[in-house]
């Protein structure tokens, strides 16, 4: 007689965090605002205030975005206000950095509003592996957000985890 397989990671009380199910969903766009700049260099409020009036910023609507510079400009921290107040209405981020800034802030943005209510007092693991980037940053929020509530944490795949937290 053959013994039946069973699957104990399907039985077991794990709960699963897949962080990139948390992916925030939406276009991502990168501003360089060194293309308003007088030869890339120098703010000219006056230029610089009719460029943003004359930009189509529709091409942002419900989109991620990043605003930088490419050049050695000194720019003062009113423009990006500027910018931001065009985007506001539209975007549903916005940040002054690298995309990769863009990526980790909206992930912290939803991992702030994670309901942890199904991780209380349960095992669970943090997924490791994704198809989509996950800024290494959002695994140290998840932890912070499950530490004071799951029984135990880990990381990785139900088959081959590592523990990196237990409750006391």
Known sequence: MEK????????????????EALYPAGPRHQIDISQWLEEGLVLR???????LAN???????DGY???????EAIVP?????LITSYLNPLARLVVA????LLETVAFRDRLQALDIAPFEGKPVIIK???KKEVPQS???WALERLQGVARQVHFGEACSSVPVFRSK
């Open 4 to 19: 039946e397989i069973v699957n104990r990671v399907a039985n077991s009380p794990l709960v699963t965090l897949d962080l």
């Open 45 to 51: 409020e006056k230029a610089f205030r009719e460029a």
């Open 55 to 61: 930009h189509d910023w529709s091409v942002y609507k």
């Open 65 to 71: 975005v990043a605003l930088f510079s490419t050049t």
């Open 77 to 81: 921290a009113w423009a990006y206000l």
């Open 97 to 100: 950095g690298s995309p990769e």
């Open 128 to 130: 490791g592996c994704s």
């Open 138 to 140: 959002a695994y140290l």
